[in-house]
């Protein structure tokens, strides 16, 4: 027989109505933040992809691989935004080529 093993469940205080409000709060939204979480506002929300370390070098080697012919490899994991990070990348390489 296999070894029994006890399970301990931590379950946090309800401090809000409705379910969709308590799951945010249990994943560290905090209540005045809720609009902003769940109506992003892209102007507001986002960032220049440019303040990624190493960037323009990214891109100039990108360009680089592609002027010379060489392959390019895209790499994703399977959750929903590697995919759909993946597709977009792929998607947009494909443009820039033809």
């Known amino acids: 027989m296999g070894?029994?093993?006890s399970k301990v469940w931590n379950i946090k205080p309800r401090t809000e109505e409705?379910?969709?409000r308590q799951m945010l709060v249990n994943r560290g939204v905090a209540?005045?933040?809720f609009d902003k979480f769940l109506y992003?506002?892209?102007d507001r929300d986002t960032y220049s992809p440019?303040?990624?370390t190493n960037m323009k070098a990214a891109v100039k080697r990108i360009?680089?691989?592609?002027?010379t012919g060489q392959k390019i490899v895209i790499h994703g994991d399977y959750d929903a935004d590697g995919v759909c990070g993946s597709t977009v990348l792929f998607t947009t390489l494909r443009e820039?080529?033809?």
């Open 3 to 5: 070894s029994y093993v």
């Open 63 to 67: 360009f680089w691989a592609l002027e």
């Open 31 to 33: 209540p005045d933040s």
């Open 50 to 52: 440019a303040g990624f």
């Open 96 to 98: 820039i080529c033809e």
């Open 18 to 20: 409705s379910v969709g």
């Open 40 to 42: 992003p506002d892209w």
